[in-house]
Structure formats: structure tokens, C-alpha cells
């Protein structure tokens, strides 16, 4: 009875016993504030890299080259397309002037 009553003070003391945050073994801010900063100064370094490549590209036009030329290639029209497209805005045009001209009335379905 004796060990069993010292196992259940010991319980108690080790549970109702407020430990301070740095001592309990699941929870340790110093740790978790080395990996925020590292984590940190890490992006910031990162960041740096990144945006001194962008300005020096930017500064020797070659951050924004295509590797096509596209000056020398010959344009092709296809004319029987292009004079189906143009009658067919043409057609477009003259619904639009016709409904222009001669409106649609609706009547109003809550009256």
C-alpha cells in the first residue's frame, strides 16, 4: 500500500506541477525559433539571387530573348479563307445594322 500511495503522489507531482516551457521535453521555442530564422535568412537569400539574375538579364537583354527569329520567315495568306471570313463579318455586320433598324420588341413576362 505503502509504494502504491508514493507511485500516486509521485503522479501528482509530476503532473499537476506547472514545469516552464523551456524544460518540457515536447515543446522547446528555442529550437523552434532557430528553424523560423534559419528558415528565414534562407528566403532572404534565396530572394536575393533570384531577383540579382532578373536584373542582370534585364540588363544585358538576354532575360527576354526568343530563340526564333521570326524577321526572315515568309508570311503565306490564304486567300480563299481570308475572303470567307470577310463575308462572313460582312454578313455579321448587316444583322447587327438590321437589328439596328428594326428593333425587337419583348414583351415584359411579369406583366
Request: net charge negative; charged share 20%; no cysteine.
Amino acid at each position: 500500500m505503502d509504494t502504491l500511495q508514493t507511485k500516486i503522489k509521485i503522479w501528482f507531482a509530476d503532473h499537476l506541477h506547472k514545469k516552464e516551457s523551456y524544460t518540457k521535453k515536447e515543446i522547446r521555442p528555442t529550437r523552434d525559433w532557430h528553424i523560423i530564422l534559419s528558415v528565414f535568412f534562407l528566403l532572404i537569400i534565396i530572394t536575393s539571387f533570384v531577383s540579382l539574375y532578373v536584373y542582370q538579364g534585364a540588363q544585358n537583354g538576354t532575360l527576354f530573348v526568343s530563340g526564333v527569329s521570326e524577321e526572315n520567315t515568309p508570311v503565306s495568306i490564304d486567300n480563299i479563307l481570308l475572303s470567307k471570313i470577310i463575308t462572313t463579318i460582312d454578313t455579321d455586320n448587316k444583322d447587327i445594322q438590321s437589328t439596328y433598324e428594326n428593333p425587337v420588341y419583348i414583351r415584359d413576362p411579369s406583366l
